[in-house]
């Protein structure tokens, strides 16, 4: 039965929380805050919008036409400045969950239209071709035949791998293909279903020579293992804060160029003023050095990695810096206390589950300083709970929305201890 309800929120998923007229709670895609909406009932979680009585001066047209039947963007209704507030209100409210009260107001960067440089796309076989795109919201692979969050030059290449991708006697029905653009030109790391071949890896090698890529790497779908390089025609090569770098397949990379400034910004300003280049910063989740070498100017690094080709890519781009790197599961060994009280800053950057075990050791650690970059509220919310018990102040906090119109939020927090118990004079 349809039913009439003002929009307060939205929902982690960004849809919005409508009421129903015996006040269940409802979340209905497509409504926003401050609006007033008609909607049916589709189960007792979700609604479907109907029609909109009161429109928020905050919709726009959604700028993509799969927007909607594409699960890659949940709010492109919204315009991008109210997307941004409610990503900040997202980490706020994390925050304040965690027990902080008095939360700074933060700075907000967002990325722009076109600026998106690392995607992970599904492969699907149809009766009458392919699709290559991303998952409809709890469905199959929509075909990516727009995007106005990828860089072009990323965009162009998907229509290019269409036929390639259906040539391959490797590919029977489903694949995926991560494609990182880098200084060198587009990474491609292609996972399909079946071996590669001979005539395989000709054609791989023809099309990466057409279009300019400099490795395409393969492995099994499903496989974990290293990828195999199937074609290289150039050096793989990535500035990170003026070191090169060479990435192995799939590397993890930030996924925007100006999301990745506002990161390693956020983080050199959370240093300390008094640092001293012979301070020693602990790194913990380093990947292939994104903070590693800008935080390098500064202080000495010791930075911490767990996956070996990311360790590896890092280790052998440390040379002439003040970085050292060490390949460790921070869940299984997490780095000891002692070690880190030794350290002025404590820089953090966790998977999207946040630190598990390695926080109880931070905790009892007690650096001067944590600087703690978040991909996810909720981990944030958890991680931070501790600090908030373990006496420490919150400095600043900044929000990064670079996977636009998407739910995900990035955000860099600086934390600072409390002042060590004074001795009592004797
Ligand atoms: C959000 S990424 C950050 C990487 C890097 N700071 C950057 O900005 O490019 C998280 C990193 O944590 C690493 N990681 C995930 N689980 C880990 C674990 N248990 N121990 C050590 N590193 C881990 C991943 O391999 C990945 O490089």
């Not at 969050?149 to 293909?177: K, M, N, Q, Y």
């Not at 292609?190 to 023809?206: F, G, I, S, V, Y």
């Not at 290293?226 to 930030?254: C, K, M, N, Y």
């Not at 913990?284 to 100017?297: E, I, K, M, Q, V």
Request: hydrophobic content about 45%; glycine content about 8%; aromatic content about 4%.
């Amino acid at each position: 039965m349809k039913f009439e309800s003002d929009i307060g929120s939205l929902g982690r998923d960004g849809d919005g929380i409508a009421r129903t007229d015996d006040g269940a709670r409802l979340f209905v895609p497509g409504a926003l805050p401050g609006e007033r909406i008609v909607a049916e009932p589709l189960d007792n979680r979700a609604a479907r919008l109907v029609d909109i009585l009161r429109a928020s001066p905050d919709r726009v047209v959604p700028p993509c036409p799969l927007f909607g039947v594409c699960g890659g963007c949940a709010i492109q209704h919204l315009s991008l400045p109210a997307v941004l507030d409610w990503k900040a209100g997202l980490v706020v409210h994390a925050l304040e969950r965690a027990g902080f009260d008095s939360i700074p107001q933060p700075k907000a960067v967002q990325s722009t239209p076109g600026a998106r440089r690392r995607i992970d796309l599904a492969l699907r076989r149809t009766h009458d071709g392919i699709r290559i795109g991303l998952h409809a919201r709890r469905g199959d692979v929509v075909d990516l035949s727009d995007c106005p969050v990828l860089e072009p030059a990323l965009f162009a290449l998907i229509a290019a791998l269409r036929p390639l991708v259906l040539s391959l006697a490797a590919f029977r029905r489903e694949g995926d293909a991560l494609i990182n653009l880098l200084d060198s030109g587009p990474d491609l790391l292609l996972a399909t279903d079946a071996p590669l071949d001979a005539a395989d890896r000709t054609k791989l090698a023809a099309f990466a020579r057409q279009h300019a890529i400099p490795r395409i790497a393969w492995r099994r779908t499903g496989s974990t293992d290293t990828p195999e390089t199937a074609a290289q025609t150039a050096t793989i090569r990535h500035d990170l804060s003026g070191v090169t770098v060479a990435p192995p397949p799939g590397a993890f990379l930030q996924p925007s160029r100006d999301g990745e400034a506002a990161i390693i910004a956020a983080v050199l300003g959370g240093l300390p003023g008094r640092l001293n280049r012979k301070d020693v910063v602990v790194e913990l989740y380093a990947g292939c050095g994104t903070l590693s070498f800008a935080l390098a100017r500064h202080a000495r690094v010791l930075a911490y990695e767990g996956h070996p080709d990311a360790v590896a890519t890092l280790k052998r781009a440390t040379t002439g810096t003040r970085v050292t790197a060490e390949q460790r599961d921070l869940n299984r060994q997490p780095v000891m206390a002692r070690q880190i009280a030794d350290a002025r800053v404590l820089v953090l950057d966790p998977p999207y589950a946040g630190t598990g075990a390695q926080m109880e050791q931070i905790v009892a650690g007690r650096p001067e300083r944590i600087i703690y970059v978040s991909c996810n509220p909720q981990a944030l919310s958890q991680d931070a709970t501790a600090l908030r018990a373990a006496g420490y102040r919150l400095d600043d906090v900044t929000v990064i929305d670079q996977f636009l119109w998407s739910t995900e939020v990035e955000a860099v927090c600086v934390f600072t201890a409390p002042p060590a118990p004074r001795r009592r004079p004797r």
